[in-house]
DNA sequence: GTTCCAACGCAAGGATCTTGCGCCGAGGCC
DNA sequence: GGCCTCGGCGCAAGATCCTTGCGTTGGAAC
């Protein structure tokens, strides 16, 4: 599958501001809204676009403080893989999940209410997941920037 | 500014499908059309809802490839700061960034088509970064979970 | 008991979405 | 070169959806 400068461009839109009507998102890329309308469709059903989320705010909702954790299982058996990540998808407070490289089996980026309940999330959820070794948490001080993809460059005359 | 079992549902509805008609969302939360409406709409003003975003496929926009990298200045002076989080931010690659505590300083998430094309990021953008003195980076092997905020559990009755 | 106010539902006017249809232009094939 | 095919465009209309005004209601404060 193959994307042209209409294709990114509705994409780029998208990013930005995920609600955008139809007729502005036509207007905004130079096309008609019903071209539009089924570009986008496309899109969609080829899964380039997985889906819409609302950005809320964690701190107005009260999960100001965001915990980068590493962990490190006691073996890498495909079974215990298995098992902690599906332990860490029913965690509410683990806003991403990766399993890594190097050093540390995975990363967590972990949403609490404050230290305490950090101390609380590292004692009940996190140490209690099957097959933890090692854990090693650092507190994010600021967000710079936090997108969830980037959208290739948009070639003016392109394709 | 507190938020009642209908704002939650509201929240949460639209953190899974942001693209959600209002109807749609009134139906599922149990509201009327019209409460709905000016509920999101307060929910947005009062910045709860910072915005909404497409999800997009990463893997099909041709960037498969995801690198934690950990880095550490030459200084922690606010300016040095303030300088290498403006370069971050013009750098497309960079989805994520953190100012963090403990042994780095910042944490990355980059986005790159392959290893080739992050070599190429790591010497050019991320290498000739203001005031860089330390590196290291982990590749994602796999993903578990990748949300944005999570939503107060939702008390059945709860105000 | 009364008052007040926030928030609800209903209804309607206006905006918006989507599907059918005809058309155009690029590319493949004689 | 000429023709054919087909993907993709814009236009138009029926159906859907959004929002604002209005009357009402239920709970809290006095």
Redesign the pocket.
């Known amino acids: 599958m193959t994307y042209d400068r209409?294709d990114l461009a509705i994409m780029q839109a998208l990013q930005r501001d995920g609600r955008l009507?139809?007729?502005?998102?036509?207007e905004r890329v130079?096309?008609?809204?019903?071209?539009?309308?089924?570009?986008?469709?496309?899109l969609e059903t080829t899964g380039a676009i997985e889906g819409y989320s609302a950005r809320l705010s964690s701190q107005l909702l009260g999960y100001p403080v965001t915990v980068m954790v590493n962990i490190t299982l006691a073996g890498q058996s495909e079974k215990q893989l298995a098992e902690f990540e599906a332990a860490v998808r029913r965690c509410p407070n683990v806003l991403v999940c990766f399993l890594m490289s190097g050093e540390y089996d995975y990363i967590l980026r972990v949403a609490a209410r404050d230290l305490q309940d950090f101390e609380h999330i590292h004692k009940t959820a996190l140490s209690s997941l099957p097959h933890v070794a090692k854990m090693n948490s650092s507190f994010a001080l600021r967000k710079i920037t936090d997108r969830s993809a980037t959208v290739p460059p948009i070639a003016p005359g392109g394709l």
Not at 21 to 26: K, M, V
Request: net charge positive.
């Open positions: 209409f009507s139809n007729q502005a998102l036509a130079g096309l008609s809204p019903s071209a539009c309308s089924r570009r986008l469709d496309r």
